[in-house]
């Protein structure tokens, strides 16, 4: 190839190329937005993780339920058992006679029985209401003095501890020894700190700015996107794409990050025999956090297909075609659902304020995209009608019939017990059908220009669009 051909090849290409305004705005909001995501994710984490009562029990609750957990903790509550009540002079009380001298051995014994026994006691729902409990109850603190709603405990003092003293003498209650803890175990043992009093200020700068940070960051989000599309006038398709990627990538890297994070504070921070216990806690503990992402990778699989629906792709302008029909002659009927389905929405995320919020402004932008891709379709397809559905059941037919007729020709051809006469009959019934008239050209260039002026009059054309629409169609007709 000559490099005047590249030449001319090139300005060709420069000439039919579609003008993008705002593009380089566009690819920055299209960056901010996959950037403001993964911060979104991990912030929306922390915030419901941190300040929702119900979601800090739930999560607590599954950490409990995994196996390394509970064999850790069971380890943990029978070792707190034994070192404060006397096992063996409790059996020497108990055993008669000369056995009393088998009582160390006896004691042995039963811390053997008492690991197994604690870990089944952890699987019973009235222990894992107690764990539940003790960690809601920790949490509420934590959070009344973030807000500065504690009475009791300040920055000037006091701490934050999950206090699992409760959960031993329930465990002791299964190996009938829950009186002697009730009365040997102090109310100081099973006491695990969260937060001290030195850290108890910085905790409350930190959670306050997640606090407001998880808001904002989404709602941000959400405003890029809109103004993304909006500014992208002639390849909004492409916008919408590559906004999809970017959230898709955003909500991978956070899985990325969930797993190599865990990996070292796990490895970094744990003892080696309670490190698999670590690495389950963290896992349940992040599940919230895998939960969004994911959340997050199928909405951007939603906005793909929104992309292949408003493309310029082949398949996408027959499924606008047939959308047009019920978009163009019954727009109440079809937001009317559009609402509905909008209203459950809103209600799936009405138990909490900021989840409320975001799926309110969700709506908001999906309703605004709904009216302006009816608009579309009413410039795209001004005579759009129920002869575009016959239209696609007639190509689907020619499909098929296409398909028919390339078949291998060596098959067979099934006969269903038809004869001879009655195939003659359907060729003569067939040939006898009359052909449906075609519409006469002065009738569909007036059927067009009323449904202009219906369409303007209804504002969904302005007066310069219908101006516009009107003079293209005189010059078709000319």
Do not use: C
Not at 55 to 67: A, C, F
Not at 166 to 174: S, V
Not at 381 to 404: H, L, T
Not at 420 to 436: M, N, W, Y
């Amino acid at each position: 190839m000559t490099e005047e051909t590249k030449t001319e090849r090139k300005a060709v290409s420069e000439a039919v190329a579609p003008e993008r305004p705002n593009r380089g705005w566009v690819r920055l909001m299209v960056v901010l937005a996959g950037l403001i995501t993964v911060l979104a994710i991990m912030s929306t984490w922390v915030d419901r993780q941190l300040f929702d009562t119900d979601e800090w029990g739930n999560t607590s609750l599954k950490v409990l339920q995994e196996p390394e957990v509970q064999k850790a903790l069971a380890t943990y509550a029978v070792d707190e058992l034994y070192a404060n009540v006397d096992v063996e002079a409790e059996l020497k009380k108990i055993l008669p006679g000369d056995t009393k001298d088998l009582s160390g051995v006896a004691a042995g014994a039963l811390r053997s029985v008492a690991d197994q026994g604690a870990q089944q006691a952890l699987g019973n729902q009235q222990i894992q209401d107690l764990w539940r409990q003790a960690n809601e109850t920790a949490q509420k603190t934590l959070v009344d003095i973030i807000e500065n709603r504690s009475d009791v405990v300040d920055t000037g003092g006091g701490e934050v501890t999950l206090e699992l003293r409760p959960l031993i003498i329930e465990i002791a209650n299964q190996i009938g020894l829950a009186q002697q803890a009730q009365d040997n175990v102090p109310e100081s043992v099973g006491n695990i700190e969260i937060v001290n009093s030195d850290e108890l200020s910085t905790v409350q700068t930190v959670a306050s700015a997640i606090h407001g940070t998880a808001l904002i960051t989404a709602f941000l989000v959400l405003l890029l996107i809109g103004l993304a599309v909006y500014l992208s006038p002639g390849y909004r398709w492409l916008t919408v794409l590559w906004l999809a990627v970017a959230l898709m990538l955003a909500a991978l890297i956070v899985l990325i990050l969930r797993s190599s994070i865990g990996s070292v504070v796990v490895s970094g921070l744990a003892d080696p025999d309670i490190e698999p216990a670590a690495r389950a806690g963290y896992d349940a503990a992040t599940d919230l956090m895998k939960s969004i992402a994911w959340t997050v990778i199928w909405g951007a699989v939603g906005m793909i297909a929104i992309a292949w629906l408003i493309s310029p792709n082949g398949a996408a302008d027959s499924t606008r075609k047939l959308l047009a029909v019920p978009f163009g002659r019954y727009p109440g009927a079809v937001f009317s659902l559009l609402g509905v389905v909008g209203l459950i929405y809103l209600i799936a995320g009405a138990g909490d304020q900021r989840t409320f919020l975001v799926h309110l402004m969700i709506v908001v932008l999906l309703g605004i995209g709904a009216w302006f891709f009816r608009r579309q379709l009413m410039l795209e397809y001004p005579d759009a009608d129920f002869a575009q559905i016959s239209d696609f059941g007639d190509r689907v037919r020619a499909g098929a019939g296409k398909a028919w007729a390339s078949r291998p020709k060596n098959l067979p051809k099934p006969s269903f017990g038809r004869s001879a006469k009655s195939k003659g009959a359907d060729q003569e019934t067939t040939a006898v059908l009359p052909k449906v008239a075609e519409q006469d050209p002065e009738d569909a260039r007036l059927d067009r220009l009323e449904r202009l002026a219906s369409m303007h009059k209804s504002g969904v054309l302005t007066d310069q669009e219908y101006a516009e629409e009107k003079a293209r169609l005189r010059r078709q007709d000319g």
